[in-house]
């Protein structure tokens, strides 16, 4: 074991995270998720991940709290987390005197899902979501947090 640890740090050692410095830091967020991805729960698991200066600061993998009843609200619920992540990311630049770019654009691979982030109509389908979750909602309109689609390749190969 010892001797396949020794031979992956040998094999690793010009591997670095690397940060461009500059006068305004901009924080972006990437974020993805399955649908029911646990055979045995029907929980979805969700990611996010923000790079400051072209690396990565913050970074999570989790099973979500409660079972989604669709895709849309798996990506909202990822939403939330990742939306609370980016306002804890900007107190703490704010609380150190580093300015941040705002507001924190997030990457996600699902426009219905953005959509409903800025939408101010709960329609029949989206009623269902639980309310804490749409506190994404009041972010984005306070221009502290902004959603724009990427493709589903773009986040994996982040995440």
């Known amino acids: 074991m010892l001797k396949h640890v020794l031979g992956?740090?040998?094999?690793?050692?010009?591997?670095?995270?690397?940060?461009?410095?500059?006068?305004?830091?901009?924080?972006?967020?990437?974020?993805?998720?399955?649908?029911?991805?646990?055979?045995?729960?029907?929980?979805?698991?969700?990611?996010?991940?923000?790079?400051?200066?072209?690396?990565?600061?913050?970074?999570?993998?989790?099973r979500q709290d409660m079972v989604a009843l669709s895709t849309v609200e798996t990506k909202f619920m990822t939403f939330s987390q990742a939306t609370t992540q980016a306002l804890w990311l900007l107190k703490y630049f704010e609380e150190i005197g580093l300015p941040v770019i705002q507001p924190v654009t997030i990457h996600a691979d699902n426009n219905r899902a953005i959509a409903l982030s800025t939408n101010d109509k709960n329609h029949r389908c989206t009623k269902h979501i639980n309310v804490h979750h749409h506190f994404?909602?009041?972010?984005?309109?306070?221009?502290?947090?902004?959603?724009?689609?990427?493709?589903?390749q773009m986040v994996t190969y982040y995440l």
């Open 136 to 152: 994404v909602k009041e972010r984005a309109e306070a221009n502290e947090v902004n959603f724009k689609y990427i493709l589903s």
């Open 8 to 62: 992956y740090i040998k094999g690793t050692l010009d591997y670095a995270i690397r940060y461009c410095a500059g006068a305004i830091l901009d924080l972006v967020g990437y974020v993805d998720s399955n649908f029911a991805g646990c055979k045995n729960t029907r929980r979805s698991t969700e990611g996010n991940i923000f790079m400051v200066a072209g690396g990565p600061v913050s970074w999570e993998t989790k």
